[in-house]
């Protein structure tokens, strides 16, 4: 019972590098979401997709691309990594259309950009 | 103003006691309200959804006060296992794809 699954769980990069977040749903759910958490903060959406092909920023989109070319995967990309995306990043989906599906989360990525 | 707004804390309380979180929230055109855990380093995981008649679960009982735009959230006869953090969580109806606004969330640590 996989539920919501991202890889790596953990990563350092260098200033500059490059790197992909990947995340893996098998639960059928259309909607995913990654976010972003830094110490002591709240989860700030960064981008969202409400289906294959649909992907829409959230509210810290700078520096990060995603794609959703099937149901069950949805990857983040940071191209230039700088020390500002130091964070934990979280990917979840969700079930329900509109408000109210709740959602579940993956374990979560360290990512420390040095 | 935050969207979402909690006490940090953290809250200090001994085990078997009852403890109340409050949280409030700007946008009046949110529709649906949760309350979320989150363990030390973890994913947060759904505590319950926030109903404007008050809902309970157990220990739990969620308030929604629409009127003066806060939710609550009331912990009776504290668990060691409770020690997390919670996290308030609301959504709009409109703007789709269903996303979140997450509070910062208030500590609790329940003691011997």
């Known amino acids: 019972n996989a539920g919501v699954t991202q890889t790596p769980k953990f990563r350092i990069l260098k200033i500059g590098q490059s790197m992909t977040l990947q995340c893996t749903q098998d639960?059928?759910?259309?909607?995913m979401y990654w976010y972003r958490q830094d110490p002591g903060m709240g989860l700030k959406l960064i981008y969202y997709?409400?289906?294959?092909?649909?992907?829409d920023k959230g509210e810290v989109p700078n520096g990060y691309n995603v794609s959703r070319s099937t149901t069950e995967d949805f990857p983040l990309r940071l191209e230039l990594a700088a020390p500002s995306q130091t964070s934990v990043y979280f990917c979840?989906?969700?079930?329900?259309?509109?408000?109210?599906?709740?959602?579940?989360f993956g374990d979560g990525t360290r990512l420390s950009i040095l | 103003r935050k969207e979402v707004e909690q006490d940090p804390g953290p809250f200090n309380v001994p085990e078997g006691a009852t403890v109340a979180f409050n949280c409030t929230y700007s946008n009046s055109a949110s529709q649906s309200f949760f309350w979320y855990r989150q363990d030390c380093r973890k994913e947060p995981k759904l505590l319950m959804s926030?109903?404007?008649s008050g809902n309970e679960d157990g220990r739990f009982t969620a308030q929604l006060n629409r009127a003066s735009q806060y939710i609550s959230l009331l912990i009776r006869d504290s668990k060691l296992s409770d020690s997390a953090t919670y996290l308030c969580?609301?959504?709009?109806?409109?703007?789709?794809?269903?996303?979140?606004?997450f509070g910062t969330g208030t500590q609790l640590k329940v003691e011997l």
């Open positions: 926030v109903y404007s």
């Open positions: 639960m059928n759910h259309n909607y």
């Open positions: 969580v609301v959504t709009p109806l409109t703007g789709g794809g269903n996303k979140l606004t």
């Open positions: 997709s409400v289906g294959a092909g649909i992907t």
């Open positions: 979840a989906s969700s079930q329900g259309q509109g408000a109210g599906g709740p959602q579940h």
